[in-house]
């Protein structure tokens, strides 16, 4: 088992730019999760997919959107990149209110 | 809007000594707790996760107690190692919703 598969790894973006970022999980869990990590913060909840077929507002989904493609596969865009979105991004998946098990990251830099 | 703090923010210990991460929250009306282990440039390692119900879970070194009531958890690690050096985050569950803390920042000298 992979487990929880983002890409990239790393990127870097002009501003303005678009780009999606992709998280897969082969654990068959239900919810789906992203979230971004700044220095000296938490862990902030972007967005999260309960089930396949709906997805719903975390704590910063501003300038964000999010698809849930099937079970297996969630992915988060970026429409126009800002330099305020330079952060690490972390895709999780879980057994509804269970544990939660998280990606390796991808780490985006806004220039 | 549940807040999560943890103290100290950073922690250096000796190797052998015991330590005591705490983590505080606001609403305690939460489904779990889970605590994480974060390696520098890494992604999230989940260590222990506790039930709403429980007041404590356990593995190897490692034990988290819960007080729901006072809106607490503590994680004690037990006789620690250079290999327990990381950064360590608790997180409540609020309608399936984690809300982490800023983590401590764990050093253990040889």
């Known amino acids: 088992n992979a487990g929880v598969t983002q890409t990239p790894k790393f990127q870097v973006l002009k501003t303005g730019q678009s780009m999606t970022l992709q998280c897969a999980q082969d654990?068959?869990?239900?919810?789906m999760y992203w979230y971004r990590q700044d220095p000296g913060m938490g862990l902030r909840l972007i967005y999260y997919?309960?089930?396949?077929?709906?997805?719903d507002k975390g704590e910063v989904p501003n300038g964000y959107n999010v698809s849930r493609l099937n079970k297996r596969e969630f992915s988060l865009r970026l429409e126009s990149a800002a330099p305020s979105q330079t952060s690490v991004y972390f895709c999780?998946?879980?057994?509804?209110?269970?544990?939660?098990?998280f990606g390796p990251g991808t780490r985006l830099t806004v220039t | 809007k549940q807040e999560v703090t943890q103290i100290p923010a950073a922690l250096s210990v000796p190797e052998g000594e015991n330590l005591v991460l705490n983590c505080s929250f606001t609403?305690?009306?939460?489904?779990?707790l889970q605590w994480f282990r974060q390696d520098p440039g890494k992604g999230l390692t989940s260590l222990l996760l506790?039930?709403?119900?429980?007041r404590e879970q356990t593995s190897g070194r490692l034990n988290a107690s819960l007080d729901k009531s006072s809106g607490r958890s503590t994680l004690y690690i037990a006789a620690s190692q250079p290999g327990d050096s990381a950064t360590y985050l608790c997180?409540?569950?609020?309608?399936?919703?984690?809300?982490f803390g800023a983590g401590t920042t764990v050093t253990v000298r040889a």
């Open positions: 997180a409540v569950e609020n309608d399936y919703k984690l809300s």
């Open positions: 654990m068959n869990h239900n919810s």
């Open positions: 997919s309960a089930s396949e077929g709906t997805t």
């Open positions: 999780a998946s879980s057994f509804s209110a269970y544990e939660q098990y």
């Open positions: 609403d305690s009306a939460i489904y779990n």
């Open positions: 506790i039930q709403s119900s429980q």
